[in-house]
């Protein structure tokens, strides 16, 4: 089984960047798609950006493509999301998650599909 540990959240003005880290334990790491996740206040848990197994594949949502960044480093078990242009919108808390399935071919944006999670880091954007 995968632990994940989420670090890099905080409170930022619009126009900033963040930088957020999961760090990961246990289980197959290295063979498993990993996502960012984002909840806003009152709203659903929803798709942010996932990196594939192999780091060949990356995957975004809309609202955050050309803004956001996701990578992973297998020697270090971390995926890493770089935001950019930070908008209030963005204000949420991020988790981190695993593929239920190791070395899923597509990369997949289903939370369902997710079965590992962190705890969470919360990412304030001011205007």
């Known amino acids: 089984q995968v632990q994940l540990v989420e670090s890099g959240g905080g409170l930022v003005q619009a126009g900033a960047s963040l930088r957020l880290s999961c760090a990961a334990s246990g289980g197959t790491f290295s063979r498993n798609t990993m996502g960012w996740f984002r909840r806003a206040p009152g709203k659903e848990r929803e798709f942010v950006a996932a990196?594939?197994?192999?780091?060949?594949?990356?995957r975004y949502a809309d609202s955050v493509k050309g803004r956001f960044t996701i990578s992973r480093d297998n020697a270090k078990n971390t995926v890493y999301l770089q935001m950019n242009s930070l908008e209030p919108e963005d204000t949420a808390i991020y988790y981190c998650?695993?593929?239920?399935?190791?070395?899923?071919?597509?990369?997949?944006?289903?939370?369902?599909?997710?079965?590992?999670w962190g705890q969470g880091t919360q990412v304030t954007v001011s205007s």
């Open positions: 990196v594939k197994w192999s780091g060949s594949t990356t």
């Open positions: 998650a695993a593929d239920r399935r190791v070395q899923r071919a597509v990369v997949l944006a289903t939370r369902t599909e997710y079965v590992y």
